[in-house]
């Protein structure tokens, strides 16, 4: 719910700023807003509307990337995003935009990479998007599971483990880690992250759902 009301928040803020100064980096702001509320139809307009005006397009091929994603059609999203890092070059707006931009478009990369378990290559633009900002948490969750997906659980845990020290609670490192612990035959500790994952997001989480019953049935097989 807290992420809810800041979604919310920020579209009322991007909103009003497009009212008072239409400029594409608020355009590219609300078009991935509106891809957080799953408004896919909507953002495709405004990305589709800001490649028609021309100028600076970088955010828009960002945009239709990240939608391309959603959609998993994970090579038109690597060729949307990769067109996104050209246009880069071309932009001319204000550091802090350019650098989540950045960002953005090499998360994009890496889960596109990481849907198609092309982990060593999602590791690296997990990396990109790392040495921009340290502690982006998306960055750090991505990275972690492109490491379980390489077997370097240790670094892996590493990577969970301080997510949870930047944002306590975090569903998805709690998830994860239970996912190493249950490798590793540390039933009793992965439940209590599977149900710490629960309770932080209950309602759309089906992963733990599927951890919790992997224990269960090796418990009764074993019982």
Known sequence: MANAARYEAADRAVDRAIRLDAQPRYRVLKGMLEILHRRYDEAEDLFGGMLKLGGSTAGA?????????????Y?????????????????????????????TVYLGLGWADANRDRHRVALQSFNMALAIAPDGILALIGKGHALVGLHRMEEAERVFNRVLELNEGNPFALAELAGIEYARGQDDAALKHYHAALAARPEDFTCPYEGLGLIFLRQGASG
């Open 75 to 103: 090579d038109q999203a690597v060729s949307e995003l990769n067109e996104a890092l050209k246009e880069l070059g071309n932009e001319t707006d204000d550091r802090p935009y350019r650098s989540w931009l950045e960002q």
């Open 61 to 73: 091929h960002a945009g239709f990337g990240h939608l391309a994603i959603v959609r998993q059609q």
